[in-house]
């Protein structure tokens, strides 16, 4: 009988061959910081019944401004002269470089949809903001909340330092809303252990008296 040919040798398995088999190590992931909260601040033509807005400013989460003057409507007539003091807009200035109180809302609408909205002066800009959205026949498409709702007690207890460093940090600003939410902000992120944006001219759009 003859004899059966002997079996083909093996060859063995490379050793990469075995590592590729192996279950791979998943890689660390960084933790990705929570946004900055995006800031709007108004300013108007003073306080109390009769007040309406004049001014809106608001700063997205990565930096980006805009900011519009408002035009008063025929019966927005209430005006307070230490108001125009502080923020130096005069009501012939509103008249002539202001926008239309529905063109103001619908810009907002645009920029600020869905968003979670913060300010610093919730009872104040609350009513301001209502009141421009009424004359506009339009409601808000975002939400507006306090800023210090995102801070526990001690931070809150710094926030006034928090606003003075950040305007020490951001330097010397005209007295306008889209500058004053970004003061706003980055005292929120210094509280919060955040980056704050260094503004480097991002804008939306432009104010109507530059």
Same mark, same amino acid.
């Given at each position: 009988?003859? =004899?059966?040919p002997s079996?083909?040798?093996q =060859?063995?398995a490379a050793? +990469?061959?075995v590592a590729?088999?192996?279950?791979?190590?998943?890689a660390?992931t960084?933790?990705?910081?929570?946004p900055l909260?995006? #800031?709007i +601040? !108004?300013?108007?033509?003073?306080?109390?019944?009769?007040?309406?807005?004049?001014? #809106? *400013? !608001?700063? @997205?989460? +990565?930096?980006? $401004?805009?900011?519009?003057?408002v035009r008063?409507? %025929?019966d927005?007539?209430?005006?307070d002269?230490?108001?125009e003091?502080l923020?130096g807009l005069s009501?012939p200035l509103?008249?002539?470089?202001?926008?239309?109180? &529905?063109? !103001?809302?619908l810009? @907002?609408n645009h920029h600020?949809?869905?968003?979670? #909205?913060?300010?610093?002066?919730?009872?104040?800009d609350?009513p301001?903001?209502?009141? @421009?959205?009424?004359? $506009?026949g339009?409601?808000p498409?975002? &939400?507006?909340?306090?800023?210090?709702?995102?801070?526990?007690p001690?931070?809150?207890?710094g926030?006034?330092?928090? #606003?003075?460093?950040a &305007? !020490?940090?951001?330097? %010397?600003?005209?007295?306008?809303?889209s500058?004053?939410?970004?003061v706003l902000?980055?005292?929120a $992120?210094? @509280?919060? *252990?955040?980056t704050?944006?260094v503004?480097?001219?991002?804008?939306?759009?432009?104010r109507r008296? +530059?």
């Amino acid at each position: 009988m003859p =004899t059966p040919p002997s079996p083909a040798p093996q =060859t063995p398995a490379a050793p +990469d061959t075995v590592a590729a088999s192996a279950t791979p190590t998943p890689a660390c992931t960084a933790l990705t910081p929570p946004p900055l909260p995006c #800031v709007i +601040d !108004v300013e108007a033509s003073g306080f109390g019944r009769g007040s309406y807005p004049i001014e #809106v *400013g !608001v700063v @997205l989460e +990565d930096g980006q $401004a805009w900011c519009s003057l408002v035009r008063p409507a %025929p019966d927005w007539t209430h005006w307070d002269e230490q108001a125009e003091r502080l923020h130096g807009l005069s009501r012939p200035l509103l008249s002539r470089h202001g926008r239309p109180a &529905r063109e !103001v809302a619908l810009a @907002l609408n645009h920029h600020l949809r869905g968003r979670a #909205v913060h300010t610093d002066a919730w009872a104040h800009d609350y009513p301001w903001l209502a009141r @421009l959205f009424d004359e $506009a026949g339009l409601l808000p498409a975002f &939400r507006l909340h306090h800023l210090h709702a995102l801070f526990t007690p001690e931070q809150a207890a710094g926030w006034d330092d928090a #606003v003075a460093q950040a &305007r !020490v940090a951001l330097g %010397p600003m005209r007295h306008r809303a889209s500058n004053d939410a970004r003061v706003l902000q980055h005292a929120a $992120a210094l @509280l919060l *252990g955040l980056t704050p944006v260094v503004p480097r001219g991002a804008a939306l759009s432009r104010r109507r008296d +530059d």
